[in-house]
T-cell receptor, first 111, second 115 residues
């Protein structure tokens, strides 16, 4: 069964304190790995897509990396506005382009 | 703003009732996805439509059904509602580029409360 786990479940950082979020997956036939940011009560907002091991993508204070079994979302010098839940999802070829989401990491950045 | 619209924003109804949620995808996107998000279950994929046809089915109950119309908008029908169906329902759309589906763009969601 295709599975996606994320750790930690919750993370509290001081403003400027860099850290990493982990997304581990066990899927057959990975088509892509996606990172989303979700604010409370709102729809997820797309951040990155990674397709192959070794690939990296950056956007402002965020950098996503991918290996054969996991992905990391590195947050450099975070600000309070980075507080949100970060979701990772994998795309698998299950009778169509199916997506499996992880449970998310709830990030709080304190001023 | 993702360009995906969902109506209504909030819906309160009683057990046993039936409701319809509506979604309009981003302009040009042919694929529509429906998700359910509850506090204890996270984001659960329900169903995907591509250009009017069902493409993939996830954890969708038999009491739930969906369709995508010729103008590409989609509706999710929930019937015989139970208390446990209370959740946020999201619609997302995506385009096709280079033969592969792109990232999904999510709507603002419909919050369903079943009393």
């Amino acid at each position: 069964e295709d599975q996606v786990t994320q750790s930690p479940e919750a993370l509290r950082l001081q403003e400027g304190e860099s850290s990493s979020l982990n997304c581990s997956y066990t899927v057959s036939g990975l088509r892509g790995l996606f990172w989303y940011r979700q604010d409370p009560g709102k729809g997820p907002e797309f951040l990155f897509t990674l397709y192959s091991a070794g690939e990296e993508k950056e956007k402002e204070r965020l950098k996503a990396t991918l290996t054969k079994k996991e992905s990391f979302l590195h947050i450099t010098a975070p600000k309070p506005e980075d507080s949100a839940t970060y979701l990772c999802a994998v795309q698998v070829p299950m009778g169509g382009q199916n997506f499996v989401f992880g449970p998310g990491t709830r990030l709080s950045v304190l001023p | 703003d993702s360009g995906v619209t969902q109506t209504p924003k909030h819906l309160i109804t009683a057990t046993g009732q039936r409701v319809t949620l509506r979604c309009s995808p981003r302009s040009g996107d042919l694929s529509v996805y429906w998700y359910q998000q509850s506090l204890d279950q996270g984001l659960q994929f329900l169903i995907q439509y591509y250009n009017g046809e069902e493409r993939a089915k996830g954890n969708i109950l038999e009491r739930f059904s969906a369709q995508q119309f010729p103008d590409l908008h989609s509706e999710l029908n929930l019937s015989s509602l139970e208390l446990g169906d209370s959740a946020l329902y999201f619609c997302a759309s995506s385009g096709l580029q280079g033969g592969s589906y792109n990232e999904q763009f999510f709507g603002p969601g419909t919050r369903l409360t079943v009393l």
